[in-house]
């Protein structure tokens, strides 16, 4: 892994078909570095030191997890995961792919993820809630349109984000490590309630050590 001081690198693995400037621009607010990745490649970069795993669709049942994240969760990398790779990051965890779900937006919309925000409930002492400094309710941009029930969340992770619907908005595994995956738009960093990007910030600050 990375070492205090230096500039942790990143590695970046979006949706296939996705542009990942936005992914990239997100962890450079962070202060790392991004390094772009294959989303179908093998393995896990040597010289980074956590992972970002990221896109505005639905990860579904043709789909394999990459190679990448299986590795990651393995070497105990820290993980973001957003959108897709939330529910990529559920799958390798054992966990089902995401349902199709109503009133939650499309990310194709006029306007695209920013025009589409909900309330969530986010559940007080876990990872997220600690990270962000908040708990309750908070609106966010959040436009998809598969996600995740309690029912499909791989076992050994915690819902700690929910929407009024009881769709599942992020999931974290207790513990020492950390693997974290949210739905909404964690990369909109201007989009996003105050405190969010401490996200971002968590991610590149335990890849560094």
Not at 32 to 39: F, I, S, Y
Not at 55 to 69: I, K, R
Not at 171 to 196: D, M, N, R, Y
């Amino acid at each position: 892994m990375s070492h205090p001081g230096k500039t942790a690198r990143i590695a970046l693995l979006v949706q296939p078909g996705e542009p990942d400037s936005a992914f990239a621009s997100a962890i450079e607010h962070g202060g790392g570095q991004p390094l772009v990745c294959d989303a179908g490649a093998g393995a896990l970069p040597s010289d980074v030191g956590g992972l970002m795993i990221a896109g505005t669709g639905a990860f579904t049942d043709s789909e394999s997890v990459p190679n990448a994240l299986l590795q990651a969760i393995e070497g105990r990398f820290p993980v973001l995961g957003i959108g897709w790779g939330m529910h990529a990051l559920n799958v390798a965890l054992g966990g089902q792919p995401p349902a199709m779900v109503e009133g939650h937006g499309h990310p194709d919309l006029p306007g695209g993820e920013e025009s589409v925000k909900h309330p969530v409930f986010i559940a007080p002492g876990g990872k997220v809630s600690y990270t962000i400094a908040g708990s309750g309710w908070v609106t966010v941009p959040s436009a998809h349109t598969h996600g995740l029930m309690p029912g499909q969340v791989a076992d050994g992770l915690l819902s700690s984000v929910y929407a009024e619907d009881r769709v599942v908005e992020a999931i974290e595994k207790p513990g020492h490590g950390w693997l974290i995956g949210v739905q909404w738009s964690a990369h909109l960093t201007g989009s996003t309630p105050k405190g969010f990007d401490s996200l971002l910030l968590a991610l590149v600050e335990r890849s560094q050590q």
